[in-house]
């Protein structure tokens, strides 16, 4: 891989350290106050809810509507029977494999 | 407790490898995420912006703004487990949705700081092992695509968000940014609809955080990791 990546991959790692840190180090009025509450909530559901969309439809800068559809159904239904985290990846992946090998 | 946290993060840790592998990274920087960045989520958007072809840059964003929560869960935590010295830069490492959910279920002040760090380590412990597993056992599967990864990438990434949809609020939150990135997808650089939909999760939360009192920001401890 390029430098350039490990370059990245470094200052990510810094960053998610800083910010565990920070909560160490701030005045406790800062964070605990309930709109960075109600914001880091957000944030959070917004962003896995976006990177589940991506992961789905997104084929480069184009929207693809494949057998990742199906990998999303299979992992809704396996979350909303309760099945384990392991459990709803290997159905997700199941899914997707099955419907390519079975479309081709 | 500790031994499904254990067992839950074992399995997420062989997903994590596996589709680092598959998004295209080389086996040192998986397991240099798992070591160095330790929090699950931004692992996963790391790696998932980079499989969307999208740059270093916005990978950096995204998983950024995942844990800005962890600096949330740091607060919580320095004041429940108190940590001295040299352990502060240790604890604020295990600082994680696993260990600051064991911590704030106890209520004994003894057993809170006993459970922070003992989930705290075996998560270290054990999702590392298991990223490494992960890891060659994704270099082992050769063309991710064929046993559908990419498929497993959209299930992890729902399984991370689900335990997070308990109410009306989140469940409208999560279809906007939906939306909004599908939406996004054929005109911004790869990476950048995630970051859009960062900013409307902010503006969201700020807006309302002006109608009603915040939620709990700290997940029970019975949910899917991240």
Redesign the interface.
Known sequence: MSPGLWGWIALACAIAYASKLLGYGLPAHWLSNPRMGQITTSLTVALLASLTMMNTLASGTHLAFDARLGALLAAAVALWLRLPFLAVVVIGALACALLRWWHM | MGLSIA??TG??G??FGALSIAA???LA?TM??SL????G??Q???I?V????GT??A??G??????????????????LIA?RGPW??L???W?IDESAATASSQIDASEQRRGFWVAGAGVFLLWNLFTLAGALLGDALGDP??????????????????P??RARE?VA???V??????AA??W???GL??L???A???I???W???AR?????VPDSSG???
Do not use: E
């Not at chain 2, 160095?36 to 929090?39: I, P, Q, S």
């Not at chain 2, 009192?213 to 920001?217: C, G, I, K, N, Q």
């Open positions: 067992a839950a399995l997420y062989i997903s295209g990274l080389s920087q240099a995420l160095l960045m330790f929090t989520g931004s996963f958007a790391f998932g980079i499989a969307g072809g270093g840059a990978a950096l995204a998983a950024s703004l995942l844990g800005v929560r962890n600096a949330v869960y740091g607060l919580q935590m320095s004041r940590p502060r830069w604890a604020a490492h600082t695509r064929r046993f559908g990864l990419d498929g497993a990438a959209v299930a992890a990434f729902l399984g991370l968000l689900w997070r949809l989140p939150l999560a279809l940014c939906g939306l909004v990135t599908a997808v054929p911004l650089p790869a609809p995630i859009l939909a960062a409307v999760g902010a969201w939360g700020w309302r955080s002006r009192p915040a939620l709990a920001s899917s990791p991240s």
